[in-house]
Structures are given as C-alpha cells and as structure tokens.
C-alpha cells in the first residue's frame, strides 16, 4: 500500500470531498498550498504525535489516531489557497515553466471546488513522515516554503520535473478527466528521460563576468578618450563612446539585480 497522504476539501461539518491523492511521496504542488502560518498551527500537533509514537505504546496510538482522525492534517482556507497558489505560480514559471499548463488546471480545478462559505483544504500528509522523521518532514516543509517565497531557484526536493503527477499534483480520477495536461503528464511519467530545460541558477559566480566588464571597461573609456583627442567626434569615436556606456549601465544592472536575488536568498 505505501505511505499515503490526502488532499481533501470539507464539503459539510463532518464530512469531506477527496480531490488528490499520493503514494509515497510528497506532491509539489500541495506544498505550495502551504505558508509559515499553517505550518505554526500544526507543528506543535506534529510534535506531540512523534513523541507518541517514540513510545512505541500500540494501544494508546490507536486510540489517539481513532478519537482525532483529522488531528495533524493542514486546514488550509479560501483565503489562504488563492495567496499561497499565487506564490507557487511565480516560482514554477521561473524554475519550471513546463509544469504551469498543468499547475493551471490544478489550481482551477481545486478553486472550483470552492462552492460553499467558509469550506477550506485539509492535507493528510502525516504518513510521508514515515520515511524521514515528522521533525525532518516539518523542518523540510518549512524549506520549501522559504524557497517558494524567496524565489529560490535551488534547494527544492519534492518537485520531480519529469514526473508532475506523482511530484506535481498527485493522482486523481476526476480531475484526469477535466485536465488534458494530467493525461499527458501520465504518459510523459513513463520516459526514462526527463525532459525540461535547464534554468540558471544565480549564486555568487554569477557577479564575476559583471565584474571583469567593469574592470575592463575604464580601458575602453580610455581608448575612446585618445579616439577623440585625435579625430574628435568621429563616427568611430561615438560608436565606442555608446558601446562603452552601454557596457557600463548593463553590467551595473546586473550586478543591482544578481545581488538582489542572492540577498533574498539569505533573507
């Protein structure tokens, strides 16, 4: 059977609508569901159920998971979702562009299911832990989120490009039937070969070319000087003149907007 984890949506006081589920693994794009908050209120749930598995009592595990079936899931609301699948959406255009015609139909299809006041998502996701440890699956979950946030375009580990399904949406009969992109994607999960481009991933190194442009580029605003004491404004003469501006403003805006990001990374 695997570790399985649920993604639901209450329909009625006690009782909900199953829209996704997964096996063995963690889908992305319900991370992406996720924030620091709903993470807080859980968290303390989380702890004290690992504490009560460490002990090993089989009894008083049982009767706890029998006497609180929701205890541990992730209570996501109306208001929560739109925020937070905004946040996941500029992320993936920048870090894979080729699972937003899915993530699209994910989204949409999840919003639709929206039909009543004051319904919200519920993620059961506990069992995942099972591989790792609860404080590790928590601690990774508040990565994750980090790198949504930041736009952080490494350090992500639950997204498998190559397979949106089991890593992207998790499976689901209805929603096979709404979404063109799901039946694609599940032929597409078959390849051996993953297949996305590569998108560049911005550290420190990349400030060094930036830099050498502008080391270099006073030498070119000495050879256009000696240009003009020698012929004036010449068509030679403007032509460096101009590329050596452009030089400069280009690699100063670089440099602005690389440090920008790798700051945000910190931050």
């Known amino acids: 059977m695997g570790n399985r984890a649920y993604l639901s949506i209450q329909t009625e006081k006690d009782s909900n ?47 706890y998971f029998r006497n609180n079936p929701n205890t541990g899931s992730f209570r996501v609301e109306k208001k929560s979702f739109l925020q937070n699948i905004h946040k996941t ?21 999840i919003h639709s299911k929206f039909t009543k006041p004051n319904q919200y998502l519920l993620l059961d996701i506990l ?25 952080n375009l490494q350090g992500i580990t639950h997204l498998v490009r190559h397979d949106l399904i089991a890593g992207g949406t998790g499976f689901s009969t209805e929603f096979e039937e709404l979404s063109s992109f799901y039946a694609k994607e599940m032929k597409d999960r078959m390849k051996n070969t993953p297949n996305y481009p590569n998108v560049k991933i911005i550290t420190k190194k990349s400030l060094t070319p930036h830099i050498a442009v502008l080391i270099l580029a006073p030498l070119f605003t000495y050879i256009t000087y000696r240009g003009y004491i020698k012929e004036g404004f010449s068509s030679t003469v403007i032509i460096l003149g101009l590329s050596n501006i452009m030089f ?3 690699s100063i805006f670089r440099l602005i907007q690389i440090s920008t990001v790798i700051q945000s990374k910190k931050s």
């Open 17 to 63: 609508e199953l829209l996704f589920e997964a096996n063995n693994s963690l889908p992305f794009f319900w991370i992406g569901l996720l924030d620091d908050e709903i993470l807080d209120n859980v968290k303390p749930v989380w702890l004290e159920i690992e504490e009560l598995l460490n002990s090993e009592d089989d009894d008083k595990i049982e009767d």
């Open 89 to 109: 959406q500029l992320f993936l255009e920048s870090y894979a562009p080729e699972s937003i015609p899915i993530f699209n139909d994910f989204r949409s299809f």
């Open 127 to 151: 069992e995942i832990a099972g591989f790792t440890s609860i404080s590790e699956l928590i601690s990774n979950l508040y990565d994750e989120i980090k790198i949504i946030k930041t736009q």
């Open 248 to 250: 400069y403003s280009y």
